[in-house]
């Protein structure tokens, strides 16, 4: 999936599908299935809204995810924490600016 992140982003090709399917490999992994459910409606939810699903640096987001995968594979949980937190913080962003109409501020959007 990160792989495919990368082409995409290298196309400037957004990768919606592939960042839910790595979500979904990773928190499968956990053998959490109720951290698995919460996910997938999040995803359910977050792609049918009028959210922006996705940062504009595509190429940034896809770096994101490999350092994740990285951190999982070294099992390098404080990294892993800092790195979802992210995230989540720009997905909590997107979806407040969505609530606002639109009208963010961060740098870059």
Request: proline fraction near 2%.
């Amino acid at each position: 999936q990160v792989a495919s992140m990368k082409e995409k982003a290298a196309r400037n090709e957004e990768f919606v599908q592939q960042d839910r399917q790595f979500h979904r490999i990773l928190y499968y992994s956990t053998g959490n299935v109720l951290l698995e459910q919460l996910l997938g409606a999040f995803w359910d939810l977050y792609t049918q809204s009028p959210v922006e699903p996705h940062h504009r640096d595509l190429k940034e987001v896809a770096e994101q995810h490999e350092k994740i995968l990285d951190a999982f594979a070294r099992h390098d949980l404080d990294l892993l924490l800092q790195l979802m937190r992210e995230q989540f913080a720009d997905a909590r962003y997107r979806i407040v600016v969505s609530l606002m109409g639109g009208k963010g501020k961060k740098t870059g959007e």
